[in-house]
């Protein structure tokens, strides 16, 4: 449903963005006047396609993955819990004086050691060494920290090197770590790499200023991403985003048709819906990377209705159901955007306003757009507004919208979502039928024939716009 994919990619951080082009795709034509600033110099040509590339000697291969395996594992951020309440910052660096600390802070009120080491290996090390030991009578544990400050990075130019796509994301702040993927069968990028910032404030700055921009006639996407899922075996994506499709095509058959002469894809959509600007191109996820990458190579910049398609990378570990959603999500952001419409509203904002209704039908109001007859291609709930990537909002209504199904904050976010949105009064809302499919009881239904008792981790992952992550 709209609904859905509205919530599916929203960022508890709000992105700040660029232009939009005007045939409504998230990576616009740059030789639209629109689609740029009049004030930057014409961005130079994106260069050949990844089956164009000369190949690479296999010590250079070698070199770049070796690089990137060294990066992905370079987490040296430990997190020591269940310390004595009278520890000393001295006597955590005595308990870890094999190894060199950058960076050690001890909340006593928590038992908690906060320790930066000097790379991923002493961390690892420190893991295996301490994890389940015991000082002064009491169990510590171990762990790597979690991190809130980690970026993808897609629809890079798969000439650009590791130097640049470090010049280009050292510019909001202090880096933890950045690589780009390459392909393991070829040695080339594959246009897409991760950053990881030293705090969130220079993420989310990164974000704010990437997400939209031009880089050698392409437009950049930038997504929030899990820590937790950025491992080896989900570095390399298995979706690919086909864009410069002509406006008025919609058939998504002859699309599936056309991008599996080698492999079959097992997702196909395009982002089209009848009441809904968001058109010219489509997500399709295959069984493999090596699949994705295959057909990449075959079909990039081939000729589509007339148009020279570009298909490139999207963000790994993600299905193609989100991952479509997401660059929805960021289209829409990105056309309220162009229409000068207030920034996005943050989590923290939402939730301080939840007890003053008029508070927050202020917030709300850039993205309220009308009711409409019909919600588009796959329907939206009756009597909803159309919200454009309002992050907590939708996912909220869409748990509280069914009087039986409570609400993430209790049954007064409900009714105060209703009085600031407008809504009609408490009663089951009827759902029309959405892209996963619809429920007798107006439930929710996931992949899967999921419903409500496990959805919240869907939810979650939907208003982060990354991953799925346990709860």
């Known amino acids: ?84 309440q009278d520890v000393t910052n001295q006597e955590v660096h005595d308990i870890l004086k094999d190894y060199e600390l950058k960076y050690c802070y001890v909340d006593r009120n928590k038992g908690t050691a906060f320790v930066t080491l000097l790379n991923g290996e002493q961390a690892q090390d420190a893991i295996r060494t301490f994890h389940q030991t015991s000082i002064r009578g009491k169990e510590i ?41 390459y ?57 690919l985003c086909v864009d410069k499709l002509p406006a008025d095509f919609c058939d998504t058959d002859e699309l599936a048709q056309t991008f599996s002469g080698t ?5 196909c ?40 398609v570009r298909v490139s990378f999207c963000t790994p570990g993600t299905s193609g159901r989100s991952t479509l959603a997401a660059l929805i999500a960021a289209q829409g952001v ?5 229409k000068g419409l207030l920034p996005e509203p943050s989590l ?16 709300l109001r850039p993205y309220q757009t009308g009711t409409g007859k019909r919600g588009g291609k796959f329907g939206h709930p009756q009597g909803l507004p159309f919200l454009h990537g309002s992050p907590l909002t939708t996912a909220l209504l869409q748990l509280s919208k ?27 809302m009827a759902m029309g039928k959405g892209l996963l499919g619809d429920s007798p009881n107006g439930t929710i239904l996931y992949p899967g024939g999921r419903g409500d008792a496990s959805a919240n981790r869907e939810v979650v992952a939907a208003i982060k716009g990354i991953c799925i992550c346990e709860m």
């Open 348 to 363: 923290a904002q939402l939730m301080s306003s939840m007890s003053n209704p008029a508070a927050l039908q202020v917030l």
């Open 269 to 308: 959509q395009l982002a089209q819906d009848e009441g809904s600007p968001v058109r010219g191109f489509a997500v399709l996820e295959y069984e493999t990377a090596e699949e994705a990458e295959a057909v990449l190579t075959e079909m990039d910049r081939q000729v589509i209705g007339g148009n020279e």
């Open 183 to 239: 392909s393991e069968l070829t040695g080339h990028s594959k246009g897409y790499g991760f950053v990881e910032y030293m705090k969130k404030d220079s993420a989310s700055k990164a974000r704010s200023e990437l997400l939209g921009k031009q880089q050698a006639e392409r437009t950049l996407m930038v997504q929030w991403t899990d820590v937790n899922q950025l491992t080896a075996d989900h570095l390399h994506s298995k979706c």
């Open 263 to 267: 492999y079959k894809p097992v997702f």
């Open 402 to 428: 069914v009087q039986q199904v409570p609400s993430l904050l209790g049954d007064p976010s409900r009714v105060l979502l209703q009085k600031a949105m407008g809504l009609r009064a408490a009663g089951s």
């Open 141 to 181: 544990s171990v762990q790597l920290q979690p991190t809130d400050s980690l970026l993808c990075i897609t629809n890079l130019p798969h000439t650009f090197t590791a130097a640049q796509f470090e010049e280009l994301v050292r510019a909001y702040g202090n880096i933890e770590r950045c690589f780009l993927v």
């Open 1 to 84: 449903t709209e609904l859905f994919k509205m919530a599916a990619a929203s960022s508890v951080e709000p992105p700040s963005v660029l232009d939009l082009n005007p045939d409504n795709s998230p990576f616009p034509d740059s030789d639209s006047p629109e689609s740029r600033p009049d004030e930057e110099p014409p961005a130079p040509p994106e260069g050949p396609s990844l089956r164009d590339l000369a190949e690479l000697e296999p010590e250079e291969t070698e070199r770049r993955l070796e690089r990137t395996r060294r990066e992905l594992s370079n987490r040296r951020k430990i997190l020591v819990k269940n310390l004595p």
């Open 334 to 338: 990105m056309s309220n955007n162009k």
